[in-house]
Nanobody
Framework: QVQLVESGGGLVQPGGSLRLSCAASGTIFTVRAMGWYRQAPGKERELVATITALGSTNYAGSVKGRFTISRDNAKNTMWLQMNSLKPEDTVVYYC???????????????WGQGTQVTVSS
């Protein structure tokens, strides 16, 4: 079984910064893409940023230039550095990983439990 554990959410003032972390643990053979998504109440989950095992990144237009995604493949850990935060960034953030849990070529999506980010003065 694979677990994703997020941390780093909280309350911050507009213009401030937060850094989210996501650590994957359990039976892991290799991790392909990892990403951050967010979901507001009553809305669909949306992509924030993704990063491949080789380090290629992709960002939603609303966060480009403000957020930076990174990862450490050896530690199966991913981060999201969020700068210049805005009130509209207030939502629950989820980490995602596309994982191969054994030598068998079977890949599965895993999700963290979510971490709340609140941007408010």
């Amino acid at each position: 079984q694979v677990q994703l554990v997020e941390s780093g959410g909280g309350l911050v003032q507009p213009g401030g910064s937060l850094r989210l972390s996501c650590a994957a643990s359990g039976t892991i053979f290799t991790v392909r893409a990892m990403g951050w998504y967010r979901q507001a109440p009553g809305k669909e989950r949306e992509l924030v940023a993704t990063i491949t095992a080789l380090g290629s990144t992709n960002y939603a237009g609303s966060v480009k230039g403000r957020f930076t995604i990174s990862r450490d493949n050896a530690k199966n850990t991913m981060w999201l550095q969020m700068n210049s935060l805005k009130p509209e960034d207030t939502v629950v953030y989820y980490c995602n990983a596309y994982v191969r849990a054994s030598a068998a070529p079977i890949w599965s999506d895993y999700w963290g439990q979510g971490t709340q980010v609140t941007v408010s003065s």
